[in-house]
């Protein structure tokens, strides 16, 4: 009974609400006996079960057909397609078997396909494509089906996502079979190279290149660095299976990127048949160091400096001007511009009008050094004035004249190797030096002195000066004492502004020293003349000529060559600067406390310096370091903002002339390293991030994280441009901090991404990114393991599972359903018991009348 009414089947169920009736019909009939009650429920019963057409419903089971589906795309390696063979699951007599790359084939003689005996090129071994695969079988007769689906999972064309759902009716039942590891294949991979993202140019990095053997035994090669495309490394190796990494040191040249690369070249071709997955590339943002332009007015005057901008990291180009025809570089891209010592004749009006410009615009600028550049007249109510803290001295604008007697010794000796020749050469250039308002004179001196030409001014002397000096005979012995005397008794009578003695001698002199040095220092003290002096060979009075000179405030020079005389006399005749304009004198500097420029160091004490330019420090100027003076603060190093820019003011020299203490100073370094550091344009500050590109299931994708700080609010948005495309997008949000995108990247190549934040109104842009896509991401190549995610979810939707037990007994069933309907015969029935009731009444009452 139980098993029959299990088969009843009710084809309109709703007509059940009509036994909602029954009460009525049991409220009409309330006074009818119990049996007429009874049967009238029982024919209304019959009655709805008919209406609601009930079935006597038959099942038989039938047996579903067998399908292998065999994946013979080339990333299927050989040893694969062997387990395939062998592995004891195979086509029975009955089954279908279907052999699939990008297009689909059934195939009676599988066994020689999968060896590999039949040619693979109907079904597109290139590509691997599982939705055409499935879609062929869906377009076969409805039936059930169980797939035995022998692939890897990875699909380069198509996707079979797009199917999954529509597999619940189909009737099929997926059991995908994977051997327990991938087999070998012969494939050498250089996976990634492992460097930071970002670095500064010049600095060290380690570059990690990660090689993948898939092979069971060692493959022998060439393992090639390239930076930028140049090869920086080439070098046999033996990569053992698996993967292994390989270091090597690298440094960061110009930005602002830089591409490492490392790729595989196998020694015969057979170990590695796949080589277009043999090459990696990462990229590094570049920060270049920053740079500093350096105009030296002398060679080697700007060592110093630059050793020690470049051992504090920056990039210094160092320039010297006194070469002919030697002009300077724009001073575009430099964070700062030094002036060393330069004499403003170096420089156009336009070259300093670009300076100011550049100033101006936000760079910093520094100049150092003596006369050249802090010298009256020089820069004066030039651009590079303008820009400076401090004002330069204005030039004397009255032309002193000069007064010098040539003292020459003529004694005998002088004749040895035509010194006198040489002397009188001398005195013809000084004539040729001086200007016509000046006065010259020379006196000869054996053991009497006697005057060649008298103290006359050089306009009247010019045309008969090398007459009267050509007049000097070698003769007779030394005596120098009478010679000063008489230079001196001439140049009393003199009114000139600057007077000068320069003496010429060979051997030894009479005379007490102390007689020579108190002529002498009076002639400095008192009468406000100098004494030089110049001694010829090796029997000259050195000491006593060198103390003449010290004592008279002069020069000292000693020679061996008279063929040098002309020039020494003429080195004799450069003056000083003006006093108190050039002070040369040891003097301490004195800091003064608060400097922002000097920072932390400007309370500390500084070494002696030995000279210095002075100049007057602008309104509005910082005074940093001072000479002390008791009427006034003379600045040494100044410091102000120029518009948008910085400049600074050091009025000495970093050559050693006046500040060989500082040069042995140990905080020197320190000390410029803040000044640059204070110069140099302010660089934006970002916050800490880290950006990645990927390749993940064949695109690449961007994910960049924000450290540190909120990012609500914040819209990341990236541009793209390589390989003849561009775009633009927006990094969708996927946790605090972390933001990502798949970039469209499709073709092989170089790419550039930029990347930029807009928060709170503010743009900030970060560094630019490289990426190299080494091949394409849809060719045929051997991947890491299986796609097992995909199998899963096909498996799953379908009712199968990966590599079942028992999976030789596993083939699908299909239900037949066979539907007998009872309404007709409901409905006799319902008649015939109707009837009945009639007669049965008839009878009754027939009885009853009888």
């Keep these: 009974m139980k098993e029959i009414l299990s088969q009843l089947h009710f084809a309109s169920p709703p007509f059940f609400y009509l036994f909602l009736l029954l009460p009525l019909l049991w409220l009409r009939l309330r006074r009818r006996s119990f049996l007429v009650i009874l049967w009238r429920s029982v024919i209304f019963s019959i009655l709805v079960l008919a209406l609601a057409d009930t079935e006597l419903v038959s099942e038989t089971k039938k047996a579903g057909e067998r399908v292998f589906a065999f994946d013979l795309s080339r990333s299927i390696p050989e040893a694969m397609r062997l387990w395939m063979i062998n592995q004891g699951l195979l086509p029975a007599s009955g089954d279908r078997v279907f052999v699939f790359g990008g297009e689909v084939e059934e195939v009676d003689d599988w066994n020689r396909w999968v060896r590999g005996e039949m040619s693979n090129d109907p079904i597109k071994p290139g590509e691997t494509n599982l939705e055409k695969m499935f879609s062929a079988l869906l377009r076969l007769p409805s039936a059930p089906r169980t797939v035995f689906l022998f692939t890897d999972g990875w699909e380069t064309q198509g996707e079979l996502d797009r199917l999954i759902p529509s597999f619940g009716l189909s009737g099929l039942k997926v059991f995908p079979i994977l051997p327990a590891s991938r087999p070998e294949t012969a494939n050498v991979a250089v996976k990634k190279v492992l460097i930071p993202h970002e670095g500064n140019k010049g600095e060290a990095i380690n570059l990690r290149a990660v090689v993948e053997n898939q092979r069971a035994k060692e493959v022998e090669g060439s393992l090639i660095l390239k930076r930028n495309g140049q090869t920086l490394k080439e070098e046999a190796v033996r990569i053992k299976p698996g993967a292994q990494i390989f270091n090597y040191p690298a440094t960061l040249a110009d930005g602002p990127l830089n591409s490492f690369s490392a790729s595989f070249v196998p020694r015969t071709s057979s170990s590695d048949l796949f080589p277009f997955d043999n090459q990696a590339t990462s ?30 990291g920056y990039e210094v180009t160092s320039l010297t001007l006194n070469a002919p025809n030697r002009s300077p570089p724009s001073p575009a891209g430099y964070g700062v511009v030094i002036f060393n010592n330069v004499e403003r004749e170096k420089f156009s009006s336009g070259y300093l009008a670009e300076i100011e410009r550049h100033v101006a615009a936000g760079n910093g600028f520094l100049m150092l050094g003596g006369e050249a550049s802090f010298g009256p007249g020089g820069y004066r109510q030039t651009q590079i004035e303008t820009i400076l803290p401090v004002e330069l001295r204005e030039p004397k604008k009255e032309e002193k004249n000069r007064a010098v007697v040539l003292v020459i010794d003529k004694s005998g000796s002088m004749r040895e190797g035509n010194r006198l020749l040489y002397a009188k050469e001398a005195a013809k250039a ?30 009247r002397l010019r045309g008969n ?26 140049l009393e009578r003199q009114s000139a502004a600057h007077k000068h003695v320069i003496i010429l001698s060979d051997g030894e002199t009479g005379g007490s020293g102390s007689d020579y040095m108190d002529l002498v220092n009076v002639m400095k003290s008192e009468l406000k003349m100098t004494v030089s002096s110049i001694a010829i060979g090796e029997e000259a009075n050195i000491p006593l000529m060198k103390r003449i000179a010290q004592y008279g405030g002069g020069l000292f020079h000693h020679t061996f060559d008279p063929t040098t005389l002309p020039q020494i006399v003429l080195q004799q005749l450069q003056e000083k600067p003006e006093e108190g304009l050039l002070v040369e004198k040891p003097i301490t500097p004195v800091a003064i406390r608060g400097s922002e420029l000097l920072g932390g160091l400007s309370d500390r ?44 003011a050091f009025t000495t020299d970093l050559h050693g002339r006046w500040t060989r203490d500082w040069i042995q100073w140990p905080q020197l370094e320190k000390f410029w390293a803040r000044i640059f550091e204070w110069l140099l344009p302010p660089k934006e500050t970002l916050p800490p991030h880290e950006v990645r590109i990927n390749l993940e299931q064949d695109r690449p994708v961007l994910d960049f994280y924000l450290y540190g700080e909120g990012d609500g609010g914040s819209l990341f948005r990236y541009s793209y441009s390589g390989k003849g495309s561009a ?13 990502q995108t798949e970039l469209p990247f499709s073709i092989p190549g170089e790419y550039r991404v930029a990347l930029t934040e807009e928060r709170r109104g503010r743009k900030i842009s970060y560094p630019s990114l490289g990426y190299t896509l080494p091949f394409d991401p849809k060719v045929e190549a051997p991947r890491d393991g299986f796609n097992v995610a995909l199998l899963e979810r096909l498996a799953k939707t379908t009712g199968g599972e990966i590599n079942p037990r028992g999976v030789e007994g596993v083939r699908s069933e299909e239900t037949i359903r066979a539907a007998n309907s009872l309404r007709s015969k409901l409905i006799f029935l319902v008649l015939i018991l109707f009837l009945s009731e009639i007669i049965f009444r008839r009878f009754f009452r027939y009885l009853q009348v009888s």
């Design 283 to 312: 990229w590094v943002a570049v920060q270049n160091k920053e740079k500093i332009l350096l105009l030296n007015g002398q060679a080697a005057e700007g060592r110093y400096l630059e050793e020690i901008l470049k051992r504090r």
């Design 430 to 459: 000084v004539v040729g030096r001086l200007k016509d308002n000046d006065f010259v004179g020379v006196v000869g001196f054996d053991v009497e002195p006697f005057v060649v030409v008298p103290l006359t001014s050089v306009e």
């Design 465 to 490: 000066f090398d007459a009267l000096i050509d007049r000097l005979r070698a003769s007779g012995r030394t005596y120098l004492y009478p010679a000063i005397v008489e230079a001196k008794r001439q």
């Design 605 to 648: 004490s500084y070494p002696v310096i030995r000279g210095y330019t002075e100049s007057e420090i602008k309104k509005g100027a910082h005074l940093d370091l001072m000479i002390p003076r008791p009427e006034k603060k003379v600045p040494l190093l100044a410091s102000w903002n120029y518009r948008k820019g910085k400049a600074v």
């Design 727 to 739: 775009g633009e997008g927006v990094l969708r949000r996927l946790a605090s901090g972390h933001y």
